[in-house]
């Protein structure tokens, strides 16, 4: 009796466990596809933007396709998560790997943002109207414009293994995983790992220059360095 009564409360205590894995996959699999469509109009918003203020077209257009890529594998990962949900096949550190580089894009989206908020209006035609503040700041803060992009490319490279890994581990567990293709799957996994940290430390050395030379925010350009700015120009 005992033992049956041991028994049940196990099973009870797996299947309590189960569903709330399932809450926490589903939660995350829906904020990562949430934030591959703010994303995909951070892009466009972006791509509209590199037309209305000096010297920004070439960095500006580079890191909208970026965001636009980072976007898509968003996407993907979002998919699938939600896909293997009912299957709870996604382990607890993929769901915490899901959740920090959902928290990344975020921050990265967010500030990159803060370029094209900063604005004055709108022309007659409708168009963004780029402030002279804007057209002043832009090519000081284009330093930045690598670090960015270093964030993004190491975003991608998260990306990119984890849906890796969460697709070797689908495959797996619905059997489908040819036996010969084993090896060269786990190659491509330890050959985008290698890859995301090289970009993690890419990352982190540009931000640390960054740092170093004080343009790390938009609040340090003050307006007496736009004025000597304005007459150098």
Same mark, same amino acid.
């Given at each position: 009796?005992?033992?049956?009564?041991?028994?049940?409360?196990?099973? =009870?205590?797996?299947?309590?466990?189960?569903?709330?894995?399932?809450?926490? &996959?589903?939660?995350?699999?829906? !904020?990562?596809?949430?934030?591959?469509?703010?994303?995909?109009? /951070?892009?466009?918003?972006?791509?509209?933007?590199?037309?209305?203020?000096?010297?920004?077209?070439?960095?500006?257009?580079?890191?909208? !396709?970026?965001?636009?890529?980072? %976007?898509?594998? /968003?996407? %993907?990962?979002?998919?699938?998560?939600?896909?293997?949900?009912?299957?709870?096949?996604?382990?607890?550190?993929?769901?915490?790997?899901? #959740?920090?580089?959902?928290?990344? =894009?975020?921050?990265?989206?967010?500030?990159?943002? =803060?370029?094209?908020?900063?604005?004055?209006?709108?022309?007659?035609?409708?168009?963004? #109207?780029? %402030?002279?503040?804007?057209?002043?700041?832009?090519?000081?803060?284009?330093?930045?414009?690598?670090?960015?992009?270093?964030?993004?490319?190491? +975003?991608?490279?998260? +990306?990119?293994?984890?849906?890796?890994?969460?697709?070797?581990?689908?495959?797996?567990?619905?059997?489908?995983?040819?036996?010969? %293709?084993?090896?060269?799957? =786990?190659?491509?996994?330890?050959? /985008?790992?290698?890859?995301?940290?090289?970009?993690?430390?890419?990352?982190?050395?540009?931000?640390?220059? /960054?740092?170093?030379?004080? +343009?790390?925010?938009?609040?340090?350009?003050?307006?007496?360095? +736009?004025?000597?700015?304005?007459?150098? &120009?």
């Amino acid at each position: 009796m005992l033992r049956n009564r041991l028994n049940r409360s196990v099973v =009870c205590h797996d299947a309590q466990h189960s569903l709330t894995t399932r809450f926490i &996959t589903m939660d995350v699999a829906v !904020g990562i596809v949430r934030m591959a469509g703010v994303g995909t109009k /951070l892009s466009t918003a972006l791509m509209c933007y590199a037309g209305g203020v000096a010297d920004a077209d070439k960095n500006m257009t580079a890191i909208a !396709g970026d965001v636009a890529l980072t %976007s898509d594998v /968003l996407a %993907s990962v979002g998919d699938i998560l939600k896909q293997r949900e009912d299957k709870a096949v996604a382990t607890p550190s993929a769901v915490k790997d899901a #959740r920090a580089i959902l928290t990344r =894009c975020h921050d990265t989206f967010e500030e990159i943002s =803060c370029l094209i908020n900063r604005k004055d209006g709108t022309d007659v035609d409708g168009k963004r #109207r780029g %402030s002279k503040r804007a057209q002043l700041i832009w090519p000081i803060k284009s330093n930045k414009a690598e670090l960015f992009k270093s964030r993004l490319e190491s +975003l991608k490279s998260s +990306l990119m293994l984890l849906l890796q890994v969460l697709s070797f581990a689908k495959d797996w567990a619905g059997g489908t995983v040819a036996a010969q %293709s084993v090896t060269e799957r =786990c190659d491509v996994i330890r050959d /985008l790992h290698y890859r995301e940290q090289k970009a993690l430390e890419t990352d982190a050395s540009l931000e640390q220059q /960054l740092e170093a030379v004080g +343009l790390d925010r938009a609040e340090d350009i003050n307006p007496i360095r +736009l004025e000597v700015y304005q007459k150098r &120009t």
